[in-house]
């Protein structure tokens, strides 16, 4: 029977209080991982942590915001210090805005830019100081299907996800020598927080029957006729990160129901 055994090992996944980066957290913890719950917002990452705890693994909490640099330094030596290592460091954090590009303030495009590409450069960049010496290490990095559905109102979103697609690619290549994979999911339309805020600003707040309209519209496309759920993405995260992935880096997985084909 294949099963995938994390136990010993020791996870950072960014953004993890909500959305995405809860279930991807929680995923490894069942897997047997002891996990950093790295978010800005520190109320909810101690609510996952104490999820996580309740799994029987160890957890901590560590607030960040992946636009400061040196904050990852940091985040790493409380890895290392507190839960004795770090094997996968999982780049999720990440926020979203959709809005004609003339719409756009500059400090806007600026923090679209450097949360969803630049805090994912640097969560690499400090974690591979720690790996590339041990020669081991998994990353995975989020981006999203923005980048392939091309939709209106999407410009700049999309075009900092797709920097992640490249970025991924080129950094696994770098970092192969090492024994390193690196890896970016595309996750599909999940009605995570993100989500919803995009729905309120779309069908206004409260209005809860356009809202299920203006989201059925994005799913109703999906050649599986569902729309994915955060567990989705949790197993490809799970998996890339596992002795199954061996063989797999630079590689890009769409996980959106076939959306994208």
């Known amino acids: 029977m294949i099963s995938i055994n994390m136990n010993g090992k020791v996870a950072i996944v960014t953004g993890s209080a909500s959305g995405l980066g809860k279930a991807i957290?929680?995923?490894?913890?069942?897997?047997?991982?002891?996990?950093?719950?790295?978010?800005?917002?520190?109320?909810s990452a101690l609510e996952t942590a104490e999820e996580i705890k309740s799994l029987g693994r160890n957890a901590i909490t560590f607030q960040i915001d992946t636009r400061d640099a040196e904050s990852f330094s940091k985040l790493i030596e409380a890895a290392t210090e507190n839960l004795g290592g770090l094997d996968f460091m999982i780049n999720n954090a990440g926020i979203g805005m959709m809005k004609p590009i003339d719409e756009f303030s500059v400090d806007e495009i600026d923090r679209l830019i450097d949360i969803n590409l630049k805090g994912t450069i640097h969560g690499c960049k400090a974690a591979l100081a720690y790996m590339m010496p041990r020669n081991s290490g998994r990353i995975v990095n989020l981006s999203s299907i923005a980048v392939k559905m091309a939709s209106p109102y999407s410009s700049v979103y999309a075009g900092a996800k797709a920097g992640?697609?490249?970025?991924?690619?080129?950094?696994?290549?770098?970092?192969?020598?090492?024994?390193?994979?690196i890896n970016a999911i595309c996750p599909g339309i999940i009605r995570t927080d993100m989500w919803e805020k995009q729905l309120n600003e779309m069908a206004g707040?409260?209005?809860?029957?356009?809202?299920?309209?203006?989201?059925?519209?994005?799913?109703?496309?999906?050649?599986?006729?569902?729309?994915?759920?955060?567990?989705?993405?949790?197993?490809?995260?799970?998996?890339?990160?596992?002795?199954?992935?061996?063989?797999?880096?630079?590689?890009?997985?769409?996980?959106?129901?076939?959306a994208t084909v």
């Open 205 to 258: 707040e409260g209005n809860e029957e356009e809202k299920a309209k203006a989201f059925a519209a994005f799913t109703d496309t999906i050649p599986l006729r569902r729309p994915q759920e955060p567990e989705d993405i949790a197993n490809m995260a799970l998996f890339l990160c596992s002795d199954l992935a061996n063989n797999i880096t630079a590689q890009t997985f769409a996980v959106d129901g076939g």
């Open 25 to 43: 957290a929680l995923r490894f913890a069942q897997a047997g991982a002891d996990v950093v719950v790295a978010d800005i917002n520190i109320s």
């Open 164 to 181: 992640v697609i490249a970025f991924t690619a080129a950094l696994a290549r770098e970092a192969a020598s090492a024994n390193i994979n």
